[in-house]
């Protein structure tokens, strides 16, 4: 028996022969090819359509995240220019140097004076040089006098104080919290990978999607000498499940590289916003 096509309208013909074909079955036998081809059509459409929406769908949510990175990166360069301004009106502690004291220039004392060779009937006896067994009681005083110092040793002890390096800075020099320095601390990466590290290890709180809260929270912390991290801290409120949230994966992040003042390591407080948002 050979292969009928039922998709072929002709083999409907031969079976409808002299029947009935106003009945319904010939209707729909004969109309299968078009029903096929119309469904097969609005399949394709309807792919094509759901792969648009689709592709739309991924290009919006990345432009949507470095929209949202943009944002988050001006919020924390605003943060950091307040924090300077803020800096600008405190006094700065500048250590104590000693004024250099001048040495005064050593003045001749004594006149020394060329012996000339005369006659002897020529020199006066009271420029003659007498001897001890000659000499009357005037000419030795009985009176002890203070001799003066040495300004060899003078000139020494004040060269020596002139030299004497600065003294070290106090501990509470040493400790003191900056706000703004010449080389302000930084995340291993920079400011890109900052933002980065933050999405990726944030945890969203299940009671705050619950409840549909969100917003941003922003973060204080002082980098210390070595990078580390400490006196994490919530400078602007959301939520306390966000906030909380928001101190754990502060205190997560890897050591920074610390802020420098004068070339010397200092320690350093740095905001940083940790932002919430429902999907």
């Known amino acids: 028996m050979a292969k ?33 081809i119309k469904a097969l059509a609005i399949l394709v459409i309807a792919a094509a359509i759901l792969g648009g929406f689709l ?54 004392t004594q006149k020394f004076t060329a012996p000339v060779i005369k006659k002897d009937e020529l020199v ?8 001890m067994d000659k000499l009357d009681d005037r000419a030795v005083g009985t009176e002890t006098h203070e001799g003066t110092k040495d300004r060899t040793v003078e000139a020494v002890r004040n060269d020596v104080a002139v030299n004497t390096p ?19 601390p930084s995340f291993p990466g920079g400011t890109g990978a900052l933002m980065s590290y933050l999405q990726s290890n944030v945890r969203y709180p299940t009671v705050a ?19 580390s991290i400490t006196d994490v801290q919530v400078a602007r409120s959301v939520d306390p499940s966000l906030d909380k949230e928001a101190v754990r994966v502060v205190n997560s992040m ?20 940790v932002n919430f948002k429902l999907q």
């Open 209 to 227: 999607q619950e409840n549909g809260v969100q917003g941003r929270v922003v973060v204080s912390f002082v980098v210390e000498k070595d990078g």
């Open 124 to 131: 006066k006896e009271e420029n003659q040089v007498k001897q």
């Open 254 to 273: 890897p050591r920074w590289q610390p802020g420098k003042q004068n070339g010397s390591a200092v320690r350093v407080k740095y905001n940083v916003p």
């Open 4 to 36: 009928i096509d039922l998709y072929d309208p002709k083999w409907v013909d031969m079976v409808f022969a002299e029947k009935n074909k106003e009945y319904g079955a010939y209707k729909l036998r004969k109309e299968t090819s078009k029903r096929n």
């Open 55 to 108: 592709i739309w769908k991924v290009q919006a949510d990345k432009a949507a995240a470095a929209r949202e990175a943009y944002m988050e990166a001006l919020q924390l360069s605003k943060l950091q220019e307040q924090a300077k301004n803020k800096d600008k009106d405190k006094p700065k502690i500048q250590a104590k140097v000693p004024p250099k004291k001048e040495i005064p220039i050593a003045r001749a």
């Open 166 to 184: 600065p003294p070290a800075p106090t501990e509470e020099v040493s400790n003191k919290v900056f706000t703004v320095v010449e080389q302000m």
